[in-house]
T-cell receptor, first 109, second 115 residues
């Protein structure tokens, strides 16, 4: 079974920050959190990942709680092209990635 | 974009027939994966490989087998296809170590319909 829990859907106004939560309460100390998104029926695309510290790249920011049991993906200025399904994933020590059902984000004009 | 090719991209077959999906990579990545995607289930891991001839089961491996005889190819076989195996199948690759972030790179998917 998936190791993460996400809300099934969210809306965000265009230009505003989109904050997508993820619960991974059973995560182990050396397991990474990854975020991917999938647009239509294309293969998922990598966004960002982290272990303990918060991370930022050109696409998004990842905030991981101190106890590592949850995280939030932040898209700082959502655009219509950010409408997609977002997956929060834990990569286990065997390098397996379990996806779950993700959050369907709709950016509203 | 990572060099990953899946074939065939679309296939329609009948119940009980064998089907093989091929994933070919040009990145020399060690890890390869097969996922299936169905409405309401997201992506589910079928099998994965951590090297030539080294494979292991994922969360939905029943009815599927895999083989990896060389680094660049990972084959997924349905010995006797059933209608419940109608799905979109994605191959993915990843690499670890000092040069890799461990992220997955996905192929474009193979849509299989079992009648």
């Amino acid at each position: 079974d998936a190791k993460t829990t996400q809300p099934p859907s969210m809306d965000c106004a265009e230009g505003r920050a989109a904050n997508l939560p993820c619960n991974h309460s059973t995560i182990s100390g050396n397991e990474y959190v990854y975020w991917y998104r999938q647009i239509h029926s294309q293969g998922p695309q990598y966004i960002i990942h982290g272990l303990k510290n918060n991370e930022t790249n050109e696409m998004a920011s990842l905030i991981i709680t101190e106890d590592r049991k949850s995280s939030t993906l932040i898209l700082p200025h959502a655009t219509l092209r950010d409408t997609a399904v977002y997956y929060c994933i834990v990569r286990d020590t065997g390098n397996q990635f379990y996806f779950g059902t993700g959050t369907s984000l709709t950016v509203i004009p | 974009d990572a060099g990953i090719t899946q074939s065939p991209r679309h296939k329609v077959t009948e119940t009980g027939t064998p089907v093989t999906l091929r994933c070919h990579q040009t990145e020399n990545h060690r890890y390869m994966y097969w996922y299936r995607q169905d409405p309401g289930h997201g992506l589910r891991l079928i099998h994965y490989s951590y090297g030539v001839k080294d494979t292991d089961k994922g969360e939905v491996s029943d009815g599927y087998s895999v083989s990896r005889s060389k680094t660049e190819d990972f084959l997924l076989t349905l010995e006797s296809a059933t209608s419940s195996q109608t799905s979109v199948y994605f191959c993915a690759i990843s690499e670890l170590g000092s040069t890799g972030t461990g992220e997955l790179f996905f192929g474009e998917g193979s849509r299989l319909t079992v009648l």
